[in-house]
């Protein structure tokens, strides 16, 4: 076992473990997304001691990059007492990452191959909104990431949106197959950067999210989070779709906008038109109904295609970059 540490925080390191499992599991935070090493999110400097850089792509950490001290976090490896760099705010105390089992309470079909699975905790998982779990799929060893619905709060019945992926490992081969209430499952969490500012910088200004697919789950708690807190703030959540037939949760929303007159949750169908709903991709939409981003934050979750575009779009009206926030479902490959 050796010790890592950064900014004076200091925490052990189990044979095997990379850098950010170790600060995660130790409460001290460092900026993490993907957690494949293809986002570059968590790339830090190494001070002193030595790393095994593992998996990391060199399209993400090239070979200069390595040889000036850099490293990512989530794939290397220490083989020594190590110290990094702290970028940004990292260093700071965080919900410990931890394993947990789960049992399966509900499996219900709520669109288009896309499933919402509950899942009941023995003990209260600590998290914050629009962060996620990650899954270890029965019987492959493989892991599979998940966004929580929930708000911070409801941290004893896990909720996920699930969306069939041909060929998957995980869903076809598991949750779309074999998986029943009462099954066991084993996760581990919380992980991800995809989360409101903390609640004394809140100060309670316009947001828009947009969310592609099953990428509506963690801006679910978010929104619901923002509401929470301000409950007169102007929320716009827009939700982009092919069809109708993917949609979901409409009564949730409709219900949510009866209690807030600020929110206003917007379908959009790319793919097949629908008299009821507006047609053409989220993104547009938003910059057809708001002329001016100044002062507003932005949320994007789906895939990368939509994200892109959603950044141009927010940048289009002249929303501060810092206030742009991002998380990419990129599906993993079929089995």
């Known amino acids: 076992m050796v010790a890592v540490s950064t900014g004076g925080r200091r925490v052990e390191c189990e044979p095997g473990q990379t850098l950010l499992e170790a600060f995660l599991r130790g409460g001290v935070w460092m900026p993490n997304s993907c957690n494949q090493g293809t986002c570059g999110t968590c790339k830090l400097r190494v001070l002193s001691g030595e790393v095994d850089h ?37 260093g700071r105390s965080t919900h410990p990452l931890r394993d947990f ?22 003990e209260p998982l600590a998290f914050d909104a629009g962060q996620y779990v990650e899954l270890v799929v029965p019987g492959s060893g493989a892991r599979r990431q998940y966004s929580l619905a929930n708000t911070a709060d409801e941290d004893k019945v896990l909720e996920l949106h699930v969306r069939r992926v041909p060929g998957g490992v995980a869903t076809d081969g598991w949750l779309f197959d074999r998986l029943a209430v009462g099954d066991q499952v084993s996760a581990s969490g919380p992980l991800g950067d995809f989360r409101l500012p903390p609640e004394s910088e809140d100060d309670g200004g316009p947001m828009v999210l947009i969310g592609g697919g099953t990428g509506l789950a963690p801006l679910v708690g978010l929104a619901r989070t923002a509401l929470a807190r301000h409950p007169s703030r102007e929320v716009l959540l827009y939700h982009g779709v092919r069809g109708a037939a993917d949609l979901y949760d409409l009564g949730r929303f409709a219900e949510i906008a009866g209690e807030h007159p600020g929110f206003r949750f917007v379908p959009v169908l790319s793919h097949e038109p629908d008299p009821l709903y507006r047609s053409g991709f989220p993104t547009d939409a938003f910059v057809e109904d708001v002329a001016s ?10 895939p990368p295609a939509m994200v892109e575009a959603g950044v141009k779009a927010f940048k ?3 929303m501060a970059p810092r206030q ?8 993993a490959e079929p089995g």
Do not use: M, N
């Not at 089992?101 to 023995?122: C, F, K, N, P, Q």
């Open 54 to 90: 593992g998996a990391s792509p060199l399209d993400t950490l090239s070979e200069p990059e390595r040889a000036a001290g850099l490293a990512l976090a989530c794939q290397a490896r220490p083989l020594a007492d190590t110290e990094v760099s702290s970028p940004g705010d990292a």
């Open 101 to 122: 089992t789960a049992t399966v309470l509900e499996i219900a079909d709520i669109a288009r191959d896309t499933r919402r699975v509950l899942l009941g905790l023995s």
């Open 324 to 331: 742009i926030h991002r998380e990419k479902f990129t599906p």
């Open 293 to 302: 981003g100044r002062g507003w934050s932005g949320w994007l979750c789906g």
């Open 316 to 318: 289009r009206r002249r």
